[in-house]
Each structure stands twice: as C-alpha cells, then as structure tokens.
C-alpha cells in the first residue's frame, strides 16, 4: 500500500455553494443503499450522488490493497462531481482503507463500522454474534473496536460468505439465502447470543430473513442511523448543510462501474426509489482496463 501523503487542504464552499453541493455515498456494490436510506430520512433536504462499484463486487474477498485502491479513486472522482463530504458506506473499505483516504481528499470523510459497542452495551446474555466480511473480520480496525468495547461480551464472529452476492444479485428471501443464513445464525443462538451486529451494509437488507429464523431471539445492530447523524454533525462543523426547502427531497444520482440494472431494481423495491442508473467508469492503479475484474 503507497505511503501515505500529507493530509490535503480541506475544501471550503462560500455562498450558496454549501447548500447546493451534494454528497458523496460510496460502496463496493449496493448495500450502501442501506445507509443512503437513513441519510435521507435525517438529511431531507440533501443531493446525493451513489456509486456502486459493483463491476469489482464483493471487496471482502479482495486484498487490502485492492480495496484502497478503489476507494481512493471513486472518493476523488466524486470530488471532482463537487462532492462536499463523503460517505464510506462499506464496512469493508472503512476498516481497510479509510485512515488512508481520509488523508487524500479534501473533503471530509464519515466510514461505517460493526457496532460491536452498542451490541455489548445492549446485549443481556452477554454473547453477540457479528456477520460481516472476511475482510472487515480480519482488519486492525474491527480488532480495534473488540478490544476497546467488548469488555466482558463474547462475540461470535461469522463470516457471511455469499450474502453480498445475494443483496447483490437482488435475492433478499430465496430458499438458498435462507438455508445459507440458518447455518451462520443457529450455532449464535445455540450459544446463548441475544444480539446480532450487522457488520455490511448489505445485511440491514436481509432484515425480514434473519427474522424469519431467529424471532425475537436476536436484536439487530444496525449503524446506519447512527451514521446519518454523524454526517449530519460533520456537515454542521464544517457549516456545509443544505438550506431548508419547501420542494421535494431530491431524487439521488445512482452511478455503477456495472451495468446498474441490480442497482435500479434494488433501489425501487427497497427504497421506493425509481431512478435511472447510469453506468460510469472509474479507472484506478489496480483497474487499469474497463472490464478488469482482476485481484
């Protein structure tokens, strides 16, 4: 991974250019969308620009350079569309790559994490289980968050192989995705876990599944509230937010390095949100060709 540079001169927005700029929701395929939900319900007043670099979809099966590649470039390619903060909905590239991008952009940065402090603080039985990508699983900042907020909690951690592509492919409650979810739910609950961290932003989509298995036995964990109050923070500190409008909350702008056709179909089942997906390019150091799906 490149050594790091000097953090960048942060951009500032005079006039009525805060309020017309929009924002920058960017993750390794759709489940970002998760956190583009509750963005909207806390800041309705937003524009929103969303790229899923889906063309390279799962990014908890890639390596950790692979990951901070990409988000590097589609943080700048989003500065260059006048993105006034940036959204790092993918726990995945939070985990591998944010301390790094953080550092090269000029605008300021929110990631996403498990919540494994609000599953201890909540957790009753003092067993919690976490779902989340190899890759999250393994970083320093997942290790990080263990050792300063699990205290006396146990945590279960699974990886949730193949979840990803199934939001991906649009499959939320298939037999398959249910046989799949039982197996990484049933040895928690066979362990006394009473809490469940979502640790993707994919997974929130999976909601109706895992209840489907579990009832009432597990509380959810999801952070995508809490990340939306966050950037509404961050916006107020750095005196960004959007005027108040009597209009319509505006629609987003969807960008996929794929074909967007899961993109659109997922954001009007889901979010109740007909929208056009328009299919970009974003080239980076490890992509040097449009259909590159290499490692």
């Known amino acids: 991974m490149p050594a790091p540079s000097l953090s960048p001169t942060v951009r500032t927005f005079t006039g009525g250019a805060a309020s017309r700029a929009p924002i920058g929701i960017f993750d390794s395929g759709l489940g970002g969308l998760s956190v583009l939900r509750a963005v909207r319900a806390q800041l309705p007043d937003e524009a929103i620009l ?99 907020y699990a205290a006396d909690c146990r945590f279960l951690c699974q990886p949730g192989h193949g979840l990803v592509q199934a939001v991906e492919r649009c499959d939320v409650g298939s037999a398959e995705l249910r046989a799949l979810l039982r197996g990484y739910l049933e040895p928690m609950l066979d362990a006394g876990a009473d809490t469940l961290v979502l640790g993707c932003t994919h997974y929130p989509f999976l909601d109706a599944a895992i209840r489907d ?26 005196g960004v937010r959007a005027a108040t409008s009597v209009a319509d909350t505006p629609l987003p702008l969807f960008y996929s390095t794929d074909d967007g056709i899961h993109q659109q179909q997922l954001a009007a089942t889901l979010l109740h949100i007909d929208a056009a997906v328009e299919q970009v390019l974003i080239p980076s150091r490890r992509t040097a060709t449009p259909d590159s799906r290499a490692a």
């Open 50 to 148: 969303y790229v899923a670099d889906s063309l390279y979809a799962p990014y908890g099966e890639r390596d950790d350079d692979f990951i901070a590649d990409r988000t590097l470039a589609i943080g700048e390619w989003l500065v260059e569309r006048g993105a006034k903060a940036l959204v790092v909905a993918c726990n995945t590239a939070t985990a591998q790559s944010i301390a790094l991008v953080r550092e090269k952009l000029p605008i300021p940065l929110i990631g996403v994490e498990p919540g494994i402090k609000p599953a201890a603080l909540q957790s009753k039985s003092r067993v919690a289980g976490v779902l989340a990508t190899q890759a999250t699983l393994r970083s320093a900042r997942f290790q990080g968050l263990l050792e300063r």
């Open 213 to 238: 298995i579990v009832g009432d036995r597990l509380m959810l964990i999801d952070t995508s509230v809490a990340i939306a109050r966050q950037l509404e923070r961050v916006l107020g500190q750095h």
